[in-house]
């Protein structure tokens, strides 16, 4: 029987779908953000182990981190990030802010992609507790005095309406959020660039640690950390702001909180994906581009590096 394009076959340490297209990206990391793998077995979870001690380098149920075999906690795996990072997606969104609980949702959430990103971090590396520390207050200050400041700013226009500087104090978590989640991918993956990332031949042997390679890494994750939150942030206070008008929620107030986190939740679910699907996790560089060390320790013209997520 010829084989299904739409269910090809399985191949152990090789993701399911071809990874050198979109659609196939797509595809493989709707698999790896499915909220179900939340629930997956103690014993399942140690028999896929097993299974990737054989050979395999990536793990389906999401359970573990790129390239080292450490189980990550549930609300940090990317399979976790829509469940746990909707409400503060709800949070960051709520009307009417105050200083205090501007600066309470972005720290957490901050905080939240702080842990995300160093559990889905290129680890062929260690990375010292001191670094995470840094990085860690580096993301969180960031995020903190951009969406302080933009607060501040456009509670100082006098010109705006309290209509439109209602509307405009709904968009400003995107600037914000956006502009300190590369400040987070940066600190919280400073080392790799210290110490750089292994880079891998055909035959997945590494030929050597790279601080060029690395640098793509980061550039590659921290722009999908840009688009991430764009639909997330921007498109629901434009539909919230559509739908408040009908007379429904006009007079029934308490519909408007679970509305909102349903948008929220159905925006997030379709931007993650879409946003981590635009570079392949395991990406490749020409061997020209690096290191004059690694290009004498290889035959190969392109070498293969694990970005992380």
């Known amino acids: 029987m010829a084989e299904s394009a739409a269910c090809p076959a399985f191949q152990l340490g090789r993701p399911r779908y071809d990874q050198s297209c979109f659609t196939g990206r ?6 790896v953000i499915d909220p179900r793998t939340l629930f997956v077995s103690e014993s399942r979870l140690n ?13 389906q149920t999401g359970h573990h981190s790129p390239r ?17 990072g909707t409400p503060i997606v709800v949070g960051l969104l709520l009307p009417n802010q105050t200083l205090g ?20 971090r290129n680890a062929t590396k260690p990375t010292p507790v001191s670094r995470f520390v840094q990085g860690y207050l580096g993301a969180v200050s960031s995020a903190v005095s951009i969406a302080v400041g933009l607060n501040v700013m456009i509670q100082k226009a006098q010109r705006l309406s309290p209509a439109t500087r209602l509307m405009v104090q709904r968009f400003i978590p995107f600037p914000a959020v956006a502009s300190a989640n590369i400040c987070n991918v940066g600190l919280m993956r400073h080392n790799e660039l210290a110490e750089g990332i292994d880079v891998l031949d055909a035959n997945g042997n590494v030929v050597g640690s790279s601080k060029i390679a690395a640098k793509h890494a980061i550039i590659e994750t921290a722009l999908t950390r840009v688009v991430l939150p764009m639909p997330i942030l921007v498109f629901p206070p434009m539909i919230m702001a559509f739908l408040e008008k009908f007379p429904l929620l006009q007079t029934h107030r308490r519909l408007v909180l679970p509305l909102h986190s349903l948008v929220c939740l159905v925006a997030f679910g379709l931007a993650l994906p879409v946003a981590i699907s635009l570079f392949p996790q ?6 020209s581009k690096l290191e004059p060390e690694i290009a004498m320790a290889t035959d190969s013209k392109v070498v293969t590096y694990n970005k992380g997520l």
């Not at 609980?101 to 889905?120: D, E, G, I, P, R």
């Open 101 to 120: 609980s501007t600066v309470f949702w972005q720290w957490l959430n901050q905080s939240h992609n702080a842990c995300v990103n160093f559990s889905n």
């Open 282 to 287: 395991m990406s490749q560089i020409d061997v």
């Open 26 to 31: 797509l595809r493989h990391f709707l698999d």
């Open 47 to 59: 028999e896929s182990d097993r299974c990737a001690a054989l050979g395999s380098t990536e793990d």
């Open 68 to 84: 080292h075999r450490e189980k990550i906690f549930m609300p940090f795996r990317m399979s976790g990030y829509v469940p746990f």
